[in-house]
């Protein structure tokens, strides 16, 4: 018993940290916002209500307003080198870009697959009935394949 109640109340405990790992602000309509990702940039500070513990969000509000007052100077100004921080997070996005090109890759190549194995496919229409495609759907269908394979598969 003494186990079950054990087991109950480090449950109980996780729920509560989860909880308390949200973000409040008041929108500009005055609604309360509760939620797990971050409010909007331009949100002025009196708005947030509360922050979770061990975000710092502060610093990441700070640092987007200078990009923003960058954005807006002319272009010919010349731009300090990246940080090492905007390598980091640059070469994050391009493994990012990476993983959903290999993903979409994939998946355009396994469609490919099923058309050419020739198969009738089947479509559902805007009536919601299910009709097969034709010999010229099915060849514009496999081009738009192609097109998509030699873009993403690199």
């Known amino acids: 018993m003494?186990?079950?109640r054990c087991i109950l109340f480090v449950l109980?405990?996780?729920a509560a940290m989860a909880a308390s790992a949200q973000y409040q602000w008041i929108d500009r309509d005055g609604r309360r916002v509760f939620s797990d990702t971050p409010p909007p940039v331009d949100l002025p500070e009196k708005n947030l209500l509360s922050r979770p513990r061990a975000a710092a969000s502060?610093?990441?509000?700070?640092?987007?307003?200078?990009a923003k007052?960058?954005?807006a100077t002319p272009a010919a100004a010349p731009q300090?080198?990246?940080?090492t921080g905007d390598a980091a997070k640059l070469k994050a996005e391009q493994e990012q870009a990476a993983a959903i090109r290999a993903?979409?890759?994939?998946?355009?190549?396994?469609a490919k697959a099923g058309l050419d194995s020739g198969m009738r496919l089947a479509r559902v229409n805007e009536q919601g009935?299910?009709?097969?495609?034709?010999?010229?759907q099915r060849d514009a269908e496999q081009q738009r394949l192609r097109q998509i394979i030699a873009s993403e598969c690199r």
């Open 80 to 83: 300090p080198p990246p940080k």
């Open 58 to 66: 502060a610093p990441q509000r700070a640092a987007v307003a200078p």
């Open 12 to 14: 109980g405990l996780a």
């Open 2 to 4: 003494n186990a079950a």
């Open 129 to 136: 009935e299910r009709e097969f495609i034709d010999d010229a």
């Open 103 to 110: 993903d979409n890759c994939r998946r355009a190549t396994a």
């Open 69 to 71: 007052a960058a954005s």
